[in-house]
């Protein structure tokens, strides 16, 4: 039986890399999510082909978001994975975050995923099967300076995720978090090449991750059966 994916934020990066990556297994039918980056979503579904299908929805709006998830139950009648990706993120002085920064950073990193999870899990729980991971960040396990806000929603998703492991356990849904390190994303684009050099040389394997190396963790997660509640960390040995 085809297994039903459904990847948040899916067009570039990280989410990018996990649709590619769970696109190889032909038994994978996968929603890949988009809100703004409708070229590079088409652009995807052009490169993958059949066994994927681009849904435009904010992951903000719940209205959205609960269509989004009725409209896959009501054309594959369930749906087995929820991989949460969907992020945003911001450098900046805890004493120059404003409110609107501050709401914005954990409506799109935190509350996007109860919006998600909270559409998906009656199904999953009708099921008795349910494999959801959510996307959180080295900063969510450690802290990041001069990214105080976006810690603390990575921090909430880690939170989350071992609570509802305890939860829905008894449902055979499990439910865990990858939290990358330094990864060669458009989100990292923006830093100097002199901080990356830094980041490489601050890290035990001497590189700076891949999409792909996330995608493999994603796929590995979304094929075991015996692992829940917990945090996953590919980042180079950058923190142990």
């Not at 450098?91 to 935190?110: H, P, S, Y």
């Not at 050099?197 to 601050?202: F, I, L, Y």
Request: a negative charge.
């Amino acid at each position: 039986m085809k297994k039903i994916i459904l990847v948040t934020g899916s067009s570039r990066g990280i989410g990018r890399g996990i649709v590619e990556e769970l696109s190889k297994d032909e038994e994978n039918i996968i929603i890949a999510n988009y809100n703004k980056s409708e070229k590079e979503a088409i652009d995807l579904k052009e490169k993958i082909g059949d066994n994927i299908e681009i849904y435009k929805a904010d992951v903000t709006n719940k209205i959205e978001v609960d269509n989004m998830v009725k409209y896959i139950i009501d054309k594959y009648g369930k749906i087995d994975v929820l991989i949460n990706n969907a992020g945003i993120s911001q450098v900046k002085m805890f004493t120059d975050i404003t409110e609107d920064d501050w709401n914005n950073m954990i409506t799109t990193n935190l509350t996007s995923m109860y919006f998600t999870t909270k559409a998906v899990i009656s199904n999953m729980i009708h099921n008795k099967n349910g494999c959801i991971i959510n996307i959180s960040s080295i900063w969510g396990m450690v802290g990041g300076s001069c990214e105080v806000h976006y810690s603390a929603a990575k921090a909430g998703v880690i939170g989350m995720s071992k609570a509802l492991a305890k939860e829905l356990g008894p449902s055979n849904i499990r439910v865990n978090v990858i939290a990358p390190g330094f990864i060669d994303t458009d989100m990292n684009k923006e830093l100097s090449k002199e901080t990356t050099e830094e980041v490489k040389e601050e890290t035990p394997l001497r590189k700076i991750g891949k999409p792909l190396d996330i995608a493999r963790c994603v796929k590995w997660l979304t094929e075991d059966e015996f692992t829940t509640g917990q945090v996953i960390s590919p980042n180079g040995g950058w923190v142990i």
